[in-house]
């Protein structure tokens, strides 16, 4: 699925508190050093915000994709 945002991550400051992954468990998840890693992008774009929304450090980004065309 073609999202209408890209997810950045901060991995450095990331806690760990598993958020994301509560919201959008098929997209994000934490790896063995308590840090979020991106799965797959199938949950939908709505659970996949509230993900990003709820992370407590703000270390998931959704930048919106743009359809304009550069001439």
Avoid: Q, W
């Avoid at 400051?13 to 797959?40: E, Q, R, W, Y």
Wanted: net charge negative; glycine share 2%.
């Amino acid at each position: 699925m073609t999202l209408p945002f890209l997810i950045t991550l901060d991995r450095d400051n990331c806690m760990g508190s598993g958020m994301c992954s509560f919201h959008a468990p098929t997209t994000f998840d934490i790896d063995d050093d308590m840090k979020v890693v991106l799965l797959d992008t199938r949950d939908d774009v709505a659970a996949i915000r509230a993900a990003a929304e709820s992370c407590p450090k703000y270390v998931i980004t959704l930048t919106e994709r743009t359809t304009e065309i550069e001439l």
